[in-house]
């Protein structure tokens, strides 16, 4: 047993690609073991910008001896009607140096087929990866270039091959390149060439050529490095994971160079200062103890020994260029101001044939006043003037910058603080794309529970018109295709309702939208609703909720959210009782006696003779005010201990009472009964959906 190691060499490798690609060359490697049967241990993986490696470890350095069985011609074809084998059957066997003797017989779903079993040697591993693994290289990219008349396609061209089973070379040949033991270290090493020896030295043999092959490593290495650097200021590193793993992906060798900037430009938003820095110079910003940005910023070299100094002041002229022309643009968008900027919004469309920007404006005006009316504690006058400036600056000079778009609502809210709104309204125009925000120092993200209630209701009621708009344009998600993402929005909106235990009904809400559009259509209304509905089921199988309880749930409950999720949970907890099983059985008999049947109204009393049903009768017109009631309050877990008290009732009418009588007017009155004891339990949930223990059930996919 020994280790087996790939590496590709590659020119530089977009970052973005590196992960994915590495994981991919290891599955495929992976695959070529498993499939010939080659025995082998666990996988390592190494990545650079220049390299993508694969170690598995205790490889069988030969295919051990196996029998195989190869399949011939049919039955009929193979023998005549003497039973004499045919020339098929003859010449299946010679090819594979056997006699007809040797035939076996097989019933297979397409009839009888012969077949022969045939031992096979010992291969060597080298040997089969030589000749199958050049094959699985192809791997996959969303961009890959060709660079040789050979026509392989590759993210970058592949510069150099080395394949190793233990100390032996295996030399395989891809991309017009053969697999040696050589690597290359550093490009800026005075020798970057470096000699392989076995796979056990890779790492410490590309390290003293100042490349950190592992990935994880390479992370370590960096953060470490980060927080030094940052410590020489007094602060500590601004929380950036997403630059920290661009970084990782973009040196082999990080080297920090600490930079500054003028303190003028700590007045620009915070969004805007470490926007600048990680996307035009991928630096890392720097904050104080406190949180607060000072002027500093880390950037990370993949030059080992150069001039750190003259490093240093290149990024830091480049950087106040760029912070320069932030500061220009913010003070631009201030000192017009976001309400001058209503009347541009006129000028630029939304959605095609959905209206302009001003008219979603009107809408999300219009939808939160809805909203409003239906929550208690809300700030009207608040809620209506974040509604109206909640798209303007998408009109801003700095939004308007390619790379600052990701800051819309961010700077809204600033300009809107800066401009003398109140803290409220500027809070909730800078939320209002929740969760997709910009959080400013080392703070975490605010969670859907941290909303002021003007913000959540902002941000349910653009989410709210994107998908209604989107849907009545055309725009709806099918398969994997969601480009609007649709669906990440709907269950947003689940979760702000839920978080703030609203109890919102997301159908009258869709249908209210759908209104304030210049045109309407019923069939689009319908697939809306359906979407919605949907994204309530994924919604509480988020919740680790079982499958059968959220059939039986949102088949009553789905319009409300919060509702749903109240009883889900407390139809869980009510599953571990003893007298579940027998409860769910009762109504799952209930429910298949009236199938199929339409409400016919009350039973007449004076019918109801047998003491069982007028037992029964009593007790679900004693109960049912009380169930109204505490299904109002969302008191579920009590609404079921109220309903288990029909339980004996319902058995017993079951065991004494004949509800299929032979009398018309009897079985119909007794049919009344039961729809009316079954329109209680409805009221909370549908049970006769629930599967109960034991009985297989098939999983439920929520798109």
Same mark, same amino acid.
């Given at each position: 047993?020994?280790?087996?190691?790939?590496?590709?060499?590659?020119?530089?490798?977009?970052?973005?690609?590196?992960?994915?690609?590495?994981?991919?060359?290891?599955?495929?490697?992976?695959?070529?073991?498993?499939?010939?049967?080659?025995?082998?241990?666990?996988?390592?993986?190494?990545?650079?910008?220049?390299?993508?490696?694969?170690?598995?470890?205790?490889?069988?350095?030969?295919?051990?001896?196996?029998?195989?069985?190869?399949?011939?011609?049919?039955?009929?074809?193979?023998?005549?009607?003497?039973?004499?084998?045919?020339?098929?059957?003859?010449?299946?066997?010679?090819?594979?140096?056997?006699?007809?003797?040797?035939?076996?017989?097989?019933?297979?779903?397409?009839?009888?087929?012969?077949?022969?079993?045939?031992?096979?040697?010992?291969?060597?591993?080298?040997?089969?990866?030589?000749?199958?693994?050049?094959?699985?290289?192809?791997?996959?990219?969303?961009?890959?270039?060709?660079?040789?008349?050979?026509?392989?396609?590759?993210?970058?061209?592949?510069?150099?091959?080395?394949?190793?089973?233990?100390?032996?070379?295996?030399?395989?040949?891809?991309?017009?390149?053969?697999?040696?033991?050589?690597?290359?270290?550093?490009?800026?090493?005075?020798?970057?060439?470096?000699?392989?020896?076995?796979?056990?030295?890779?790492?410490?043999?590309?390290?003293?050529?100042?490349?950190?092959?592992?990935?994880?490593?390479?992370?370590?290495?960096?953060?470490?490095?980060?927080?030094?650097?940052?410590?020489?200021? !007094? =602060?500590? #590193?601004?929380?950036?994971?997403?630059? &920290?793993?661009? %970084?990782? *992906?973009?040196?082999?060798?990080? +080297?920090? /160079?600490?930079?500054?900037?003028?303190?003028?430009?700590?007045?620009?938003?915070?969004?805007?200062?470490?926007?600048?820095?990680?996307?035009?110079?991928?630096?890392?910003?720097?904050?104080?103890? !406190? =949180?607060? #940005?000072?002027?500093?910023?880390?950037? &990370?070299?993949? %030059?080992? *020994?150069?001039?750190?100094?003259? +490093?240093? /002041?290149?990024?830091?002229?480049?950087?106040?260029?760029?912070?320069?022309?932030?500061?220009?643009?913010?003070?631009?968008?201030?000192?017009?101001?976001?309400?001058?900027?209503?009347?541009?919004?006129?000028?630029?469309?939304?959605?095609?044939?959905?209206?302009?920007?001003?008219?979603?404006?009107?809408?999300?005006?219009?939808?939160?006043?809805?909203?409003?009316?239906?929550?208690?504690?809300?700030?009207?006058?608040?809620?209506?003037?974040?509604?109206?400036?909640?798209?303007?600056?998408?009109?801003?000079?700095?939004?308007?910058?390619?790379?600052?778009?990701?800051?819309?609502?961010?700077?809204?809210?600033?300009?809107?603080?800066?401009?003398?709104?109140?803290?409220?309204?500027?809070?909730?125009?800078?939320?209002?794309?929740?969760?997709?925000?910009?959080?400013?120092?080392?703070?975490?993200?605010?969670?859907?529970?941290?909303?002021?209630?003007?913000?959540?209701?902002?941000?349910?009621?653009?989410?709210?018109?994107?998908?209604?708009?989107?849907?009545?344009?055309?725009?709806?998600?099918?398969?994997?295709?969601?480009?609007?993402?649709?669906?990440?929005?709907?269950?947003?909106?689940?979760?702000?309702?839920?978080?703030?235990?609203?109890?919102?009904?997301?159908?009258?809400?869709?249908?209210?939208?759908?209104?304030?559009?210049?045109?309407?259509?019923?069939?689009?209304?319908?697939?809306?609703?359906?979407?919605?509905?949907?994204?309530?089921?994924?919604?509480?199988?988020?919740?680790?909720?079982?499958?059968?309880?959220?059939?039986?749930?949102?088949?009553?409950?789905?319009?409300?959210?919060?509702?749903?999720?109240?009883?889900?949970?407390?139809?869980?907890?009510?599953?571990?009782?003893?007298?579940?099983?027998?409860?769910?059985?009762?109504?799952?008999?209930?429910?298949?006696?009236?199938?199929?049947?339409?409400?016919?109204?009350?039973?007449?009393?004076?019918?109801?003779?047998?003491?069982?049903?007028?037992?029964?009768?009593?007790?679900?017109?004693?109960?049912?005010?009380?169930?109204?009631?505490?299904?109002?309050?969302?008191?579920?877990?009590?609404?079921?201990?109220?309903?288990?008290?029909?339980?004996?009732?319902?058995?017993?009418?079951?065991?004494?009472?004949?509800?299929?009588?032979?009398?018309?007017?009897?079985?119909?009155?007794?049919?009344?009964?039961?729809?009316?004891?079954?329109?209680?339990?409805?009221?909370?949930?549908?049970?006769?959906?629930?599967?109960?223990?034991?009985?297989?059930?098939?999983?439920?996919?929520?798109?």
């Amino acid at each position: 047993m020994k280790p087996l190691l790939l590496e590709l060499g590659c020119e530089e490798l977009p970052p973005t690609v590196i992960p994915e690609a590495t994981i991919e060359l290891a599955t495929r490697m992976l695959k070529v073991l498993d499939n010939e049967g080659i025995p082998h241990g666990g996988t390592r993986y190494f990545c650079t910008p220049r390299r993508l490696a694969i170690r598995v470890d205790d490889v069988a350095t030969e295919r051990p001896p196996r029998e195989v069985e190869i399949i011939g011609p049919p039955r009929h074809a193979a023998f005549d009607a003497f039973g004499q084998p045919t020339s098929a059957a003859i010449g299946f066997v010679k090819t594979h140096n056997r006699n007809p003797a040797d035939l076996l017989i097989r019933q297979t779903e397409k009839g009888e087929y012969v077949y022969l079993r045939l031992e096979k040697p010992p291969i060597r591993t080298a040997e089969i990866l030589r000749k199958v693994l050049p094959q699985q290289l192809h791997l996959q990219f969303a961009r890959p270039m060709r660079w040789q008349e050979e026509g392989t396609y590759f993210a970058r061209p592949i510069r150099w091959l080395l394949c190793l089973l233990g100390e032996e070379v295996v030399p395989i040949e891809f991309a017009g390149l053969i697999a040696n033991n050589l690597t290359f270290g550093h490009r800026n090493c005075v020798s970057s060439r470096c000699v392989i020896h076995t796979p056990d030295e890779y790492e410490t043999v590309l390290a003293e050529h100042l490349v950190i092959a592992s990935p994880q490593s390479r992370r370590r290495t960096l953060i470490a490095a980060l927080n030094v650097t940052a410590e020489q200021v !007094g =602060g500590k #590193l601004y929380h950036d994971p997403s630059l &920290v793993e661009e %970084t990782v *992906n973009t040196v082999e060798w990080p +080297v920090p /160079v600490l930079g500054q900037f003028d303190n003028s430009y700590l007045q620009l938003p915070p969004a805007v200062l470490v926007t600048t820095l990680r996307r035009h110079q991928r630096c890392f910003a720097v904050v104080s103890t !406190g =949180g607060r #940005l000072i002027p500093f910023f880390i950037a &990370v070299s993949n %030059t080992p *020994n150069c001039n750190r100094r003259q +490093v240093k /002041v290149w990024y830091e002229k480049a950087v106040d260029s760029r912070l320069r022309d932030a500061q220009f643009f913010v003070e631009a968008d201030l000192n017009l101001g976001l309400e001058p900027l209503l009347e541009q919004e006129k000028r630029v469309i939304w959605l095609e044939g959905m209206g302009t920007l001003f008219d979603k404006t009107q809408r999300i005006r219009q939808l939160c006043s809805y909203l409003a009316q239906q929550v208690p504690a809300v700030d009207v006058q608040v809620l209506d003037r974040a509604a109206l400036l909640c798209k303007a600056d998408l009109l801003t000079q700095v939004v308007r910058e390619k790379e600052f778009a990701s800051l819309q609502g961010e700077m809204g809210g600033f300009y809107a603080k800066m401009l003398g709104e109140p803290a409220e309204v500027s809070t909730a125009i800078s939320m209002q794309y929740w969760p997709e925000h910009f959080t400013a120092g080392i703070e975490k993200p605010k969670t859907a529970s941290d909303l002021a209630p003007e913000a959540r209701l902002l941000a349910i009621a653009d989410k709210t018109d994107n998908i209604v708009g989107s849907f009545l344009a055309g725009f709806v998600p099918s398969g994997s295709e969601d480009p609007l993402g649709l669906r990440r929005q709907g269950i947003d909106i689940l979760r702000l309702i839920q978080s703030g235990n609203m109890f919102l009904n997301v159908e009258a809400l869709a249908n209210f939208a759908s209104g304030l559009f210049p045109r309407s259509d019923h069939v689009v209304m319908l697939r809306i609703l359906d979407f919605f509905r949907e994204r309530v089921l994924a919604f509480l199988a988020e919740a680790n909720i079982e499958h059968d309880i959220v059939e039986a749930v949102t088949s009553v409950h789905w319009q409300t959210p919060t509702a749903a999720l109240a009883c889900a949970r407390a139809l869980n907890q009510f599953r571990t009782r003893p007298e579940f099983e027998r409860l769910i059985i009762g109504q799952k008999r209930v429910a298949n006696i009236l199938k199929g049947m339409q409400d016919t109204g009350l039973p007449e009393e004076h019918l109801l003779t047998e003491p069982a049903e007028v037992a029964l009768w009593q007790q679900a017109l004693r109960i049912r005010p009380e169930v109204d009631r505490l299904v109002d309050a969302c008191a579920y877990s009590a609404t079921f201990d109220l309903l288990l008290e029909l339980r004996p009732a319902i058995d017993k009418l079951f065991d004494e009472v004949l509800v299929m009588s032979d009398d018309l007017r009897t079985r119909e009155n007794r049919l009344r009964l039961l729809q009316y004891v079954r329109a209680i339990f409805m009221k909370v949930a549908d049970l006769s959906r629930i599967v109960i223990q034991n009985t297989p059930t098939k999983p439920r996919t929520c798109n």
